[in-house]
């Protein structure tokens, strides 16, 4: 591999500089600079805590060398610390930060201008709490599983063995292991690095039934049954559509795909792996409801649940009025934000297509609320979540649990450097090169994983003492304000308008609601 090819030069060249050194004096000067920087690669080669230095020796110190005077050179000349996207580097260093269990504590006061538009606070209280001793657990399927799931209030949110390495996968499983939260597997199916890192899987199945697929690309029983009943698998996702790249399908590169990852999907080798854009095995939303219950039934009484990226109103409607007039439901619906990343997709998608998070949660909330569905269905939020403040705010906009997926991948190591769609990611997250994935050390980033996951939530449980409840689930949608203009500020129930219980059973229904409402039909999508 690319690591072990530079450590075999550099011992070359050490020994050709020492037989100089010794058999004319001009090699003395090469000798000692040659020296030092040969020892320096030998060690970076050999160390397991960064991935850049092990893939690349010696140059890569300029990227830590770079990183070190970044804030002195942007704060003057180029950005500040909350610019830099997708995530900005504020934070990128709290992820890192918690995720090494260094000091993430902020000096000096915010760099954020709280005047400007957009700028959100929570309001705190004079009888704050301290933040509770253990975190909440989130019971999901409770009156109809035999076998329901309490899940923590942060987990590993979809990435597929195939987008990630398999150093990656083990890196995360082995992380939500030690942390006790759930590992999502992603649309590719369950491979032996989620299995080997002993994690809590949500497995999800997305239109291309990888793992559960017959030869044709249909869905086939037997084969989701051998994978849903296996212990480790605790929930059952069903991947309509995602933030990213909704109505698009997943796309996993040819040049990503082994013949390790074509055996797990049961997909042919040398071509691009594209998930179709919709599902084979229902066409409408009562069949989308018999397909959940059929998946609970096959995998022995576990929670099953949909995830989709909110688009068409009244498609959504139409799915809650076939669980009121069929009196199926789903235990869990997963919410994903227009801003969720990917490792490939379309500009346009990525960019223009896809409810906001925010929005599509109140959505969501409202719609279960106004179909006195709420009790009934649990709801994950996932989308750009990466703090304690992004999950508490979540929480009061309706949210009962969180998926992260890119501060995960920057806890084992992301630098951000957006090359997941080439295959050449140079810290081993996002490829399937085996001389890149190799210098990602999976036992010393799991538990980076397992530090951020614990950082973070008790974050949010300080938030919520901070704001006078002991539980997160008390925080409330008044508490949480957002600047509108220089003069202009609004709660997020002002924001959002939240309705009645019941009020979407019977016409008139709430005036945003209206066309939505007649346009939907539980026996249609649309």
């Known amino acids: ?76 000349f180029i950005e500040s610390e909350t610019d830099g996207a997708p995530i900005n580097r504020e934070f990128r260093s709290v992820i890192y930060q918690r995720a090494k269990g260094e000091l993430d504590t902020l000096p000096f006061g915010t760099q954020r201008d709280v005047y400007a538009e957009g700028y ?74 989620h299995l080997a890192g002993g994690a809590d899987l949500i497995w999800q199945i997305g239109t291309g039934y990888f793992g559960c697929r017959d030869e044709n690309g249909n869905f086939d029983e037997d084969r989701f049954r051998a994978n849903a009943t ?25 040049a990503k795909v082994t013949p390790e990852i074509a055996a797990i999907r049961h997909v042919p080798m040398g071509h691009d792996v594209l998930s179709p854009p919709a599902h084979r095995a229902f066409d409408d939303p009562g069949g989308l ?25 009244s498609e959504f409607l139409s799915i809650c009025k076939a669980m009121v007039e069929t009196r199926l439901h789903p235990d869990f619906i997963t919410v994903d934000g227009g801003e969720g990343g990917t490792g490939a997709a379309p500009l346009e998608f990525s960019n223009s297509i896809g409810t906001p998070l925010s929005e599509a949660l109140v959505f969501v909330h ?24 992004h999950m508490a705010s979540r929480m009061a906009l309706g949210a009962d649990l969180c998926y992260s997926a890119r501060a995960m991948m920057i806890a084992i190591g992301c630098i951000q450097a957006r090359r997941c769609n080439s295959n050449h990611c140079p810290v081993g997250v996002a490829t399937q090169d085996p001389g890149l ?3 990602l050390d999976p036992e010393d980033k799991a538990a980076r994983v397992a530090r951020y996951h614990h950082d973070t939530v008790h974050s949010l449980l300080e938030i919520a003492g901070a704001a006078g409840h002991g539980d997160p689930a008390g925080l409330t949608p008044d508490l949480f304000h957002r600047r509108i203009g220089p003069s202009e500020v609004k709660c997020f129930d002002e924001i959002h308008e939240f309705i009645e219980p019941g009020a979407l059973l ?21």
């Open 289 to 313: 409801l018999r397909f959940v219950r059929r998946l609970r039934e096959l995998s022995g009484g576990k929670p099953v649940g949909f995830k989709l990226c909110i688009g068409e109103p």
């Open 366 to 389: 409202n719609a279960l609320v106004g179909f006195d569905l709420r009790d009934k269905v649990k709801v994950i939020a996932g989308g750009k979540i990466i703090t304690g403040f």
């Open 1 to 76: 591999m690319r690591r072990y090819f530079y450590l075999a030069a550099a011992l070359a060249h050490l020994v050709v500089a020492l037989a100089g050194a010794f058999l004319w004096s001009g090699f003395f000067w090469a000798f000692a600079i040659v020296t030092p920087l040969t020892l320096v690669g030998i060690r970076d080669a050999t160390q397991r805590r960064r991935a850049v230095l092990r893939n690349f020796p010696v140059i890569g110190h300029f990227r830590y060398l770079f990183e070190a005077i970044r804030p002195e050179m942007y704060q003057y």
């Open 437 to 439: 994935a190799g210098g």
């Open 506 to 526: 019977y016409d008139p229904v709430p005036e945003r609601f209206e066309r939505a409402w007649y346009r939907a039909s539980a026996e249609r999508f649309r």
């Open 120 to 193: 959100e606070w929570v309001n705190h209280s004079l009888t704050a709490r301290p933040p509770l001793a253990e975190p909440p657990r989130v019971l999901i399927g409770k009156d109809t599983c035999e076998k329901p799931y309490a899940a923590s209030l942060l987990n590993v949110s979809a990435m597929s063995y195939g987008a990630l390495s398999k150093n990656a996968i083990l890196a995360l499983s082995k992380g939500a292991a030690q942390g006790g939260f759930a590992h999502n597997t992603g649309e590719g199916g369950i491979s032996p690095y």
């Open 230 to 254: 296996l212990d480790q698998v605790k929930m059952i996702e069903v991947k309509l559509s995602q933030g990213a790249k909704p109505g698009h399908g997943g796309i996993l590169p040819a």
